[in-house]
T-cell receptor, first 115, second 113 residues
Framework: AQSVTQLGSHVSVSEGALVLLRCNYS??????LFWYVQYPNQGLQLLLK??????LVKGINGFEAEFKKSETSFHLTKPSAHMSDAAEYFCAVNTLYSSASKIIFGSGTRLSIRP | DVKVTQSSRYLVKRTGEKVFLECVQDMDHENMFWYRQDPGLGLRLIYFSYDVKMKEKGDIPEGYSVSREKKERFSLILESASTNQTSMYLCASSRDTGNTEAFFGQGTRLTVV
């Protein structure tokens, strides 16, 4: 079965520092992978998605993620953290079930930004 | 602009009550999902539907049922609410192709007392 694992339930970085949020996937077929962000008291918003067109995917708000098949990873990065990046981040994979697809999420990583 | 609308942002219900959570999408999506979100556990899939009147169990279906009588509407039903069903409930929809993302509603925070 396809799944994703997020390493680190809480990550804290200083403003201006590199952000690295880790996600590893388990899949027997090429996966479709996503990163979502959730700001307090809001629903989830798509940051970026991997659909096999390119291994380096750029998303909104300066985030990007690199698909590495050899490491089964899809880590999310941002060169310079901003206070507004404080949120919870979820990695997700789209799995094929029967003739339909369903999306399975990781347990989430809460990102805190120190002034 | 695409939209998934959940009928309530906050609900307080009593133990044993039958609870309906409603979700409507305006994007003509085939797939609709119900997740619950709890701290440290991420989003867990309760049920999903890939067509009208079709439903499949997710990872935690116990204590829940669903209904999809129309393509745009997907209802989550708690037959007899219990305190361990206090949680944030998120509805989502997507097209039925693997490379498309899900769009989420704002969530319903349900408290069972």
């Amino acid at each position: 079965a396809q799944s994703v694992t997020q390493l680190g339930s809480h990550v804290s970085v200083s403003e201006g520092a590199l952000v690295l949020l880790r996600c590893n996937y388990s899949s027997s077929v090429p996966p479709y992978l996503f990163w979502y962000v959730q700001y307090p008291n809001q629903g989830l918003q798509l940051l970026l998605k991997y659909t096999s067109a390119a291994t380096l995917v750029k998303g909104i708000n300066g985030f990007e993620a690199e698909f590495k098949k050899s490491e089964t990873s899809f880590h999310l990065t941002k060169p310079s953290a901003h206070m507004s990046d404080a949120a919870e981040y979820f990695c997700a994979v789209n799995t094929l079930y029967s003739s339909a697809s369903k999306i399975i999420f990781g347990s989430g990583t809460r990102l805190s930004i120190r002034p | 602009d695409v939209k998934v609308t959940q009928s309530s942002r906050y609900l307080v219900k009593r133990t044993g009550e039958k609870v309906f959570l409603e979700c409507v999408q305006d994007m003509d999506h085939e797939n609709m999902f119900w997740y619950r979100q709890d701290p440290g556990l991420g989003l867990r899939l309760i049920y999903f539907s890939y067509d009208v009147k079709m439903k499949e169990k997710g990872d935690i279906p116990e204590g829940y049922s669903v209904s999809r009588e129309k393509k745009e509407r997907f209802s989550l039903i708690l037959e007899s609410a219990s305190t361990n069903q206090t949680s944030m409930y998120l509805c989502a929809s997507s097209r039925d192709t693997g490379n498309t993302e899900a769009f989420f509603g704002q969530g319903t925070r349900l408290t069972v007392v």
